[in-house]
């Protein structure tokens, strides 16, 4: 039995907070990544992939759990790895060949043998002739192919990639992942086994010998399956779409756990999600749950996620919110992907402009948590106003900061289109215009200020 090169044993991630309650961002999971594979990391945007990538690479520290890189646990950065960027990360007033020199020389490794190794790279990843030129002087894709032999360049064990083709444009970044499979599979690089974050379904398909894909709030491994197909891989195969429909399902299904299964030998056990203990609004806006419902209705009020999302040229980060925003107001079923509009969501739809806010005021107030509290909270006011910090507070409890803010400002965009409440963005408060307690004497300027916004 192979033994693998990194194991995760209960690794969790979470931060502390006032009082004692913390923040879990990665619940407790194992992970192991084995030699002679190409291991591809799923999720939606903030379900701790990239922070799963520096535990294991030893970059963060897990506050629970342990690493181990060959049984022995992990104390620090790994010295044998390497890392692509998405944001390329090239030193601007370092020549091509000196960027790519440049870990070999905080290594210690002589002038004559780092130059050798780094002109031979940059040979074998096809950027011979570009030694001298300046990082400002090259293309997107050439920045990354520079990326690619600075990692390579130190013979890493395991090649880890962080999003590495997510902002280049399609065809390069297809050229690249092409380029990458041929230099891994006629074993031109010394390295034993690849690791790629990704949100790219097709991406992780196209690459990956193993598939492993989280949930989110917090981190959870959904599916870890091997993908069993030859390369080269053909999109348009059924083998290819059966694996990018499940994908899917497991993705647009956020709440379910032990039901998806692939096929007995090629799926691990999956852990069952808990629901979160505190309602995570979807970054979505009203206009794009609207956009959504009305293509949705044209498509006879149903449609595959999968299929629909590559019609509108969508990746799966810009198409999930706003599917959860609109299963979350009852306007839309999910089942193992396929999409359905309810007789809500319809008459949604077919509703003019000031019955669309009626009817979804009654949606938000109904099944968002947050937008009820925010408004019953205003209620409570005599003067109809709150600041935002009240209810940051409270989000801080279950949540991280960044995404405590991301809460308010979709409550924000959601309260202002429902007419339940407004926001005054220089006081940071939240005030009912239509409601507040008659200006006296004492008051009437500032609430007049209030009314004007």
């Known amino acids: 039995m192979r033994e693998p090169i990194i194991e995760a044993r209960q690794v969790e991630k979470f931060y502390g907070q006032p009082g004692g309650n913390r923040i879990q961002v990665i619940a407790p999971l194992d992970m192991s990544v084995y030699p ?162 990704t949100h790219n379904i097709e991406e992780a398909i196209l690459l990956a010998d193993r598939i492993v894909v989280l949930g989110k709030n917090p981190a959870r491994i959904r599916t870890d399956f091997r993908v069993e197909l030859p390369r080269p891989r053909d999109r348009k195969s ?30 691990t056990p999956i852990l069952t999600r808990e629901r979160p203990k505190y309602q995570m609004l979807p970054h979505a806006r009203p206009g794009g749950i609207a956009g959504f419902l009305e293509i949705l209705s044209d498509h006879g009020g149903h449609a595959d996620i999968y299929h629909l999302a ?78 935002d910090e009240f209810f940051l507070d409270l989000l801080e409890e279950h949540f991280s900061q960044e995404e405590a803010k991301l809460q308010i400002e979709t409550a924000i965009n959601w309260g202002r289109y429902a007419e339940l409440f407004d926001y005054d963005s220089k006081r940071e408060r939240f005030f009912m215009p239509e409601e507040v307690a008659a200006p006296t004497e004492e008051n009437s300027e500032e609430n007049e200020v209030g009314h004007g916004l």
Request: glycine letters at 6%.
């Open 36 to 197: 002679g594979e190409i291991v591809a990391l799923l999720g939606p945007s903030g379900s701790g992939k990239s922070t799963l990538l520096r535990m294991l690479t030893g970059l963060a520290t897990p506050t629970g759990g342990q690493v181990l890189w060959h049984n022995k646990p992990l104390h620090g950065p790994c010295e044998n790895v390497s890392i692509v960027f998405q944001s390329f990360a090239l030193f601007p007033w370092l020549t091509v060949l000196e960027n790519v020199e440049a870990p070999l020389k905080a290594r210690g490794i002589d002038a004559v043998k780092r130059r050798k190794r780094s002109l031979k790279m940059l040979d074998t990843v096809g950027l011979d002739g570009f030694e001298s030129a300046y990082p400002k002087e090259l293309s997107g894709g050439m920045k990354q192919r520079v990326g690619f032999a600075r990692a390579l360049v130190v013979q890493p064990e395991v090649l880890f990639m962080d999003e590495p083709f997510s902002a280049l444009d399609v065809l390069t970044a297809e050229n690249l992942r092409s380029e990458l499979l041929e230099l891994w599979e006629d074993k031109k690089i010394d390295t034993q086994s690849v690791f790629i974050v």
């Open 238 to 267: 059924p083998a290819f779409t059966i694996l990018v429909d499940y994908v899917y399902k497991v993705l647009t299904k956020p709440d379910a756990g032990s039901d998806f299964q692939l096929a007995p030998t090629t799926t």
């Open 310 to 387: 590559d019609d509108l040229m969508f990746e799966i980060d810009d198409m999930l919110p706003t599917v959860e925003a609109a299963v979350l107001l009852g306007y839309l079923t999910l089942f193992e992907g396929d999409s359905e509009i309810t007789s809500e969501g319809q008459a949604f739809v077919e509703a003019d402009i000031l019955a669309r806010k009626d009817l979804f005021r009654a949606a938000a107030l109904e099944r968002a948590s947050l937008i009820k509290q925010i408004r019953r909270s205003l209620e409570t006011k005599a003067d109809r106003t709150l600041p």
